[in-house]
C-alpha cells in the first residue's frame, strides 16, 4: 500500500469523506467524540446530519475510518522512509521528521487518535492496535541500528517517549511551525542518540 497524500484519503470518494472526516476530527478534538453529534458534522461540511449516512452508517464508523486511516497513513510512510535508505542514522532521521511533519500538519489527528482509542468498536481497535504495533516495530528497529548498545526494550521505550514528545505539538503552539519542526527534531534525534 503507498503512502496516501493526506492521512484520510480512502475509498472511491475520497475527496468528501475525506472533507467529512477533517470536519469530524476537528470538532472531536475540540469538544471530545461523545460531545459531537451527526448534525453537528453535517453543519460543518454543510450538509444536514443525516445526509452522512450516505458516506458513513454511523459516527462510530466515522471514528474507525479516521483511527484506521491515520494508522495506515503513519505505518505506510514510515516504511517508505527506510526503505528509501541503506543508512540507518538517515532512515532515523526521516522517521523523526515524517513523524514531526504529522503532528505539526495535522494537529487534530493527533488528538483524536489519543483520546479516542477507547471509544472504537472492538474490531476497530484491534486493527488500529495492531497498525500501532507494526508502526512502533518500525521505530524499534531502526533505532537499534542508528545507536549501538541499544536493546529491545531500551529501543521500544525510547520509541514510545519521542512520539509523546512529538505528539505534544496540538499543546505546544509557542514557536511557529517551522521552529518548531526544527526543534521538535533536534530534541527526538538528541534524545534517541541518548538512548544508549
Do not use: C
Not at 472511491?12 to 469523506?17: D, G, N, Q, S
Not at 471514528?63 to 527506510?82: F, K, P, W
Not at 525510547?158 to 533536534?186: C, K, M, Q
Request: proline share 4%; aromatic share 6%; glycine share 8%.
Amino acid at each position: 500500500m503507498s503512502t496516501s497524500p493526506t492521512p484520510l484519503v480512502t475509498g472511491e470518494k475520497a475527496t468528501r469523506r475525506e472533507e467529512i472526516l477533517s470536519a469530524a476530527a476537528e470538532l472531536f478534538a475540540r469538544h471530545g467524540f461523545h460531545g459531537v453529534g451527526i448534525d453537528d458534522i453535517g453543519a460543518a461540511v454543510g450538509i444536514s446530519g443525516p445526509a452522512l449516512y450516505r458516506h458513513f452508517r454511523s459516527k462510530d464508523a466515522m471514528l474507525g475510518e479516521m483511527l484506521n486511516s491515520i494508522s495506515h497513513y503513519l505505518l505506510d510512510g514510515g516504511t517508505a522512509r527506510v526503505d528509501a535508505t541503506a543508512d540507518p542514522q538517515q532512515a532515523l532521521a526521516q522517521l523523526v521528521e515524517f513523524h514531526v511533519d504529522f503532528a505539526l500538519t495535522h494537529p487534530s489527528l493527533i488528538t483524536v487518535q489519543e483520546r479516542n482509542l477507547a471509544n472504537l468498536t472492538d474490531a476497530d481497535r484491534k486493527q488500529v492496535r495492531a497498525l500501532q504495533r507494526r508502526y512502533v516495530e518500525i521505530w524499534v528497529k531502526v533505532i537499534r541500528d542508528a545507536v549501538p548498545g541499544v536493546g529491545e526494550r531500551q529501543a521500544r521505550s525510547a520509541a514510545h517517549a519521542v512520539f509523546g514528545l512529538i505528539n505534544s505539538t496540538p499543546y505546544n503552539r509557542h514557536l511557529d511551525d517551522d521552529e518548531l519542526a526544527v526543534l521538535l527534531r533536534r530534541l527526538a534525534l538528541g534524545a534517541l542518540q541518548s538512548a544508549a
